[in-house]
């Protein structure tokens, strides 16, 4: 086991060199990546100097090599967008991406688990139709969509629901948001303050549910399938001939095996929402990872362009190897080696 | 008289409503099975064996299956008919609610009063154990979740006695009176409400804890009974682990290990190896006298039938169309079906070079022939044979035939 989760690390290497060099080349491609250093108070001297210190004139394959050395040293360049360097823009806006996936995916994971499980239980009841219709309708409504008429419905209209950011104003202003791990629930938590915690679950509400929208869809239908061929089995048989309740024949026997092949929608899902949800983040003004690509995307701030693919590149190969070890943990059959 | 038969199966009816039709799966089929006898189910596949089968255990699905008709009447062990009396809206209809003596119409019981039966009084074993054994459990778990299940009074009793003991070997138990009350209290009723929601609170319910250990216990000992080497260590194999023969092995402990009344064996050796088969079969005939459990063999394997079965009944198109004893069946054969049968064993001392079969194929049950089932195939058929169905009658004491050839009808 140890040994397979290393030889899969190891194989992280080639994976970000790959990922590099694309988007490297990208960003070469596209327009002069010292645009970012410079603005029009500099005087032709001083944009000389940038094109000396940031080598913008030897050959593109040295300007690569410079490049990779500061990745391997931990100097992953300067984030204009950030006004920081991209580590420490990373490192920042990390935590709020973490908190709302966190927060989606769980939601995915228990609404979508048991909406599955209960229709296929149902199957080709009221219930189950209504619950195929809502899943195909989460599947195919665009993210923006929802998340521009939730707003509408439940900040414009209701006044329910705050319209967007992790925490209302005031504490931003009063400057008393905690930082301890960055997850602003825990955080609240940690030092005690309620008030807090309510506001900035408030906050999480719209947003969650616009990011999960979509993975419940999916979830919902990948168990109800998986569960549906588990019930025709053979050992569901010998499972209601011990005399077992259909609750725990579902619940113990059918889901445990139903859980294989849904485990992998999971992870990929996590990985994708991890790796930063743009449009969610943008319409909730929310200060995550999104966000912040797609604004160093808009201004040409190429540092953190390629210091956010390099991340959401490791994020995506960790968490397809913790599926993998899940699949080991879920499914006896399957060995690692 | 009738008190000896463990189950009697009478007038059964079972149709499944599928797209093509309504397939009459079982039509009217009336078998019995005497306390302690092993009784073959022989015929083709699809004639209904594992239907007639699954009926007893209650386990056809509706739908597309549906019970039009008839009565499975099973003599229930006391303690099981006790707790089904005691069950609140057990019984389907109004009628029968109170069961006359020691019998059960197992088609009258509801769902939960069913589950009492299943796995208690009647198990079932299946012909592919590589598929009927769960593969994300190991077989410990798999054995002792049935014994939790259905003998958790047993298992409180030792529990309360090993309580006792270490008590007064003056050794310190944490929480001796909790413990002690819960298991009092499972032992008085099992299926105490309070226990149940307690067995899902964290911390609380590590009550089970010593429970789950004596059942564990118990399911060593299965194992060591169904003569597994080294069971210790099959205890906490997975099911893909094992052999198919030890699948086998562990299937037939889950399906004993609660010493049911009647076991029902669906082909247990079709999947299996030849030598493995006869062990296996060798197993179920020692356990079989060692628990005095009545066993339902269904296969369609004439050998199996000679060597283990003590009666056989033959079915053809989803009727019964003759029962006897073994001797009886294979010496003289009266249904014309059953010759056939009989004739298409392939005998190695003749030297026959075409095997025999019976001409024509098994019929279409969603539109089966009119009167006898068999008559599109019958060397003897007569025009009386496709107007009316033969019914199962006495040719002599313990010989059953459903034919026109037989028993005096008027046929000309």
Known sequence: MANYIIKRLLLLIPVLLGVSIIVFSLTRITGNPAAGYINEKMTPSQIEMVYEKYHFNDPVLDQYGYWLKGIVQLDWGWSKTAAMPVTDAIAYYFPATLELTLISISLAIFVGIYLGIASSVRRNKPFDHATRVISLVGVSLPVFWLALILQFVFYYYFGLLPSGGRASNTYYLAQTLPDITGLLLVDSLLIGNLGLFKDVLWHLIMPAVTLSFGTIAIVTRIMRNSMLEVLSLDYI???????????????????????????????LSFGGLLGGAVLTESIFSWPGLGRWSATSIKLFDYNSVLGFCLMVAVIYVVINLAVDVMYAYLDPRVRLE | MNDEFIIEIEDLYINFYTKGGVVKAIDGVNLSIIKGETFGLVGESGCG???TANSIMGLIPTPPGKIEKGVIRFTTPKEIMDRVRSGKRTFKGSE???????????????????????????SMIFQEPMSALNPVFTAGDQISEIILLHEKKELAEAVLKKLEERRNGKGVTLGYNFLKRTYTKMAADPDNGTLALMAK???????RRPMVREANEKALRMLRLVRIPDPQNVMKSFPHELSGGMQQRVMIAIALSCRPQLLIADEPTTALDVTIQAQILKLIQELQEEMGTSVLMITHNLGIVAEVCDRVGVMYAGCLVESANTKTIFKEPLHPYTQGLMNSIPKVDLDITRLETIEGNVPNLIKPPSGCRFHTRCPYAMEHCKKEKPQLIEIEPGHSVACHLYGGVDNG
């Not at chain 1, 010998?238 to 859980?259: D, F, P, Q, V």
């Not at chain 2, 006359?100 to 796995?119: E, S, T, V």
């Not at chain 2, 609170?201 to 009550?207: A, H, Q, R």
């Open chain 1, 237 to 267: 048989k010998t499972a209601r001939a011990k005399g077992l309740n259909e609750r725990s024949i579902i619940w113990k026997h059918a889901r445990k095996n139903a859980m294989i092949p849904t485990t992998t929608v999971i992870g």
């Open chain 2, 49 to 51: 064996k594992s239907v």
């Open chain 2, 96 to 122: 029968a609610k109170d069961p006359k003596g020691d019998k059960i119409d197992i088609m009258k019981l509801n769902k939960k009063a069913i589950r009492l039966i299943r796995g208690r009084a009647i």
């Open chain 2, 201 to 207: 609170i964290p911390l609380l319910k590590s009550y």
